[in-house]
Antibody, heavy 118, light 108 residues
């Protein structure tokens, strides 16, 4: 079965860059939208952005100036970079697989808490 | 504020039915998907599209849409249905995706 395994630094200093990677196992990489979502402690879900298997990225307008999503199809991995972070970026970050048929996020990573603090 | 508006927290007696709503302009063009999230866990897809329930999701969970409002119904609520529920769809421009703020469902 398809699984997403994510990893990255759990502590990032203010003004630096947050970086996370998500690896796909047990399924194909092509034909889906590979998505990043975050959730501030005790709050709701926020869509950060997505990248298609063709490499076309789409970002949340509120984060667009700071976010970059990339992918490595040969490794079946996709990555999130968020620059110039502040304490407001402290969140649990999730990667997920988006299906183009109905846009549903059918497979999720385990989540990773990233804390922004000096 | 989110482009998808969800109901405030609701409670339901064990075995009874609860319906929660998600409202937004984009829902006249796109079906939302629905996610259940329990504390400390990643969200779980529970319904999507016109009438699709992922494997393993009980058939007491259903959804419908009419106009700019989509609804998720839990019929015969069980203790394990207590969770936050989020809707997810395109924003009003159609270019980006957005979550509703979520509705907490408490089973009494």
């Amino acid at each position: 079965q398809v699984q997403l395994q994510q990893w990255g630094a759990g502590l990032v200093k203010p003004s630096e860059t947050l970086s996370l990677t998500c690896a796909v196992s047990g399924g194909s990489f092509g034909g889906y939208f590979w998505t990043w979502i975050r959730q501030t402690p005790g709050e709701g879900l926020e869509w950060i952005g997505e990248i298609s298997h063709s490499g076309r990225a789409n970002y949340n307008p509120s984060l667009k100036s700071r976010v970059y999503i990339s992918m490595d199809m040969s490794q079946k991995q996709f990555s999130l970079s968020l620059k110039s972070v502040t304490a407001a970026d402290t969140s649990t970050y999730y990667c997920a697989r988006g299906d183009p048929e109905w846009l549903q996020l059918d497979i999720w990573g385990q989540g990773a808490l990233v804390t922004v603090s000096s | 504020s989110s482009e998808l508006t969800q109901d405030p927290p609701v409670s339901v007696a064990l075995g009874q039915t609860v319906t929660i709503a998600c409202q937004g302009a984009s829902l006249t063009r796109y079906y939302p998907s629905w996610y259940q999230q329990k504390p400390g866990q990643a969200p779980l897809l529970v319904f999507y599209g016109r009438s699709n329930r992922p494997s393993g999701i009980p058939d007491r969970i259903s959804a419908s849409s009419f106009g700019n409002t989509a609804s998720l119904t839990i019929s015969g609520a069980q203790a394990e249905d207590e969770a936050d529920y989020y809707c997810y769809s395109r924003d009003s421009t159609g270019d980006h995706l957005v979550f509703g703020a979520g509705t907490k469902v408490t089973v009494l």
